[in-house]
C-alpha cells in the first residue's frame, strides 16, 4: 500500500499540487492537521479539489508545537486505523510550523521502512524536491497545472458566474480601447445609437475589460478554465466584512498562481485608495501573486513617472498600475506581461 502524509496549512495550493502528481499511485491519504486548520476546514477543501474520496482519508490532530506530541499523535492514529509501518510513505513536510516539519519527518525517518520525502519550494509551484539524508536534494518538474475554478475552491471560495465570451471582436475592442479619450466617447455614443448592445460593454468598461482580458489570454497562452472574466462568486473575496460586491473584472492562474485585474475608464483619488484596498484585501485572502489596476486614463508625466500618490498607495500592496500611455502604446502592457511569463523562467 502507498499512502501520502500531509502537513496541512493554510496555503493548500503545494499540498494540492503534489497530491495531484502523486495521486494515481496512491491508496491512502494522511492529513496532519492542528486545531486551527481543522477548524477552517483547510483539509476539506483538499479533499474536494483532488477529488479524494472521504474513505481513503486518515485526519491527525497535532498539537503544532510539541514533536514528541506530534509523533504520539501519528503512531496512535495510523494503530487505529491498522496502517502498517512497512507500507510506502510518501510524506510532504510542505506547509505547517518548523516544529511540525521535524515532528513529522523525524517519526517517519525512524519508525518506518520506506519512506519518501518531498518538499516544494513555495512560491515556486512549478517544481518539487525529493529530500534525501546524504545527498543534495532531486529536483522534479510539477506537471500539474491548477486551473481557477480549483484554485478559489482551495480557498474555500466557489464562482457563480463568469463572461464565457466576447461581447463584441477583439478587433473592435482593441480599436475601441487605443483610441483617444475624446474619440472614445463620440465613436462609443455613435455606435450605441446605432445598437441595441448591452449598455455595459459601452458605459461600463465592459469593452476595456474583455480587451485586457484578451490581451492576457492570447499572450500568456491561457486556456478558459485558467481565466475568467466579470468572475462573481459566491462567497466574499475579501475578509472586509463590509464588502459585499463578490465580482472581479479579471482573474486568471498562471503557472499556479493567481493573478488579479480591476479595470477602470478613468479614476479619483477616493476610488484609487478603495481599489488598492479591495485589492491587497483580496490578496491577504487568496494569495494572489500579483494585482493590476488598469487605467484608461493616462497619468504619465513627459519623463514616463506616474504621479507620486499611484506609486505610493500601490507599489508597497504589490498592486501595479497600468494606465492610458501604457495600454495605448501597448508597451508597458506587453511588458507587464512578459515580466510575468519571466518570473517563471528556470531558476
Known sequence: MTILVTIVSKQTIPNILFIKEKQQAVDKFVFINTAYTVEGKFSKRIEKVCRIKAVDVVNVQVAEEDTWAIRKAIADRLQEEELSLQDKYLVNITGGTKLMMLGVQSFFNEKTTNAEFYYIAFPNT????????????????????????????????????????????????????????????????????????????????????????AMFKTHLQLDDAQIGLSVKTLQPITDVTDDADHEIDIMFVYENHLYVVECKTGIREKLFEEMVFRLYSIKERLGFSSGYIALLQEFRDTQNQLPPLLAKKAKPSGIYVLEGKDIKQETGLLNAIQHIKQKYTVR
Open 126 to 213: 512549478t517544481k518539487y524536491q525529493k529530500l534525501h539524508l546524504n545527498q543534495s536534494p532531486e529536483w522534479f518538474d510539477l506537471s500539474n497545472r491548477i486551473n481557477l475554478e480549483d484554485y478559489l475552491l482551495a480557498h474555500g471560495i466557489n464562482i457563480a458566474s463568469k463572461q464565457e465570451a466576447l461581447f463584441k471582436s477583439f478587433e473592435y475592442t482593441k480599436e475601441l480601447t487605443l483610441l483617444d479619450m475624446e474619440n472614445n466617447k463620440t465613436r462609443k455614443k455613435q455606435d450605441r445609437e446605432h445598437t441595441e448592445d448591452d449598455k455595459r460593454y459601452y458605459q461600463w468598461n465592459g469593452f476595456f475589460e474583455e480587451y485586457m482580458y
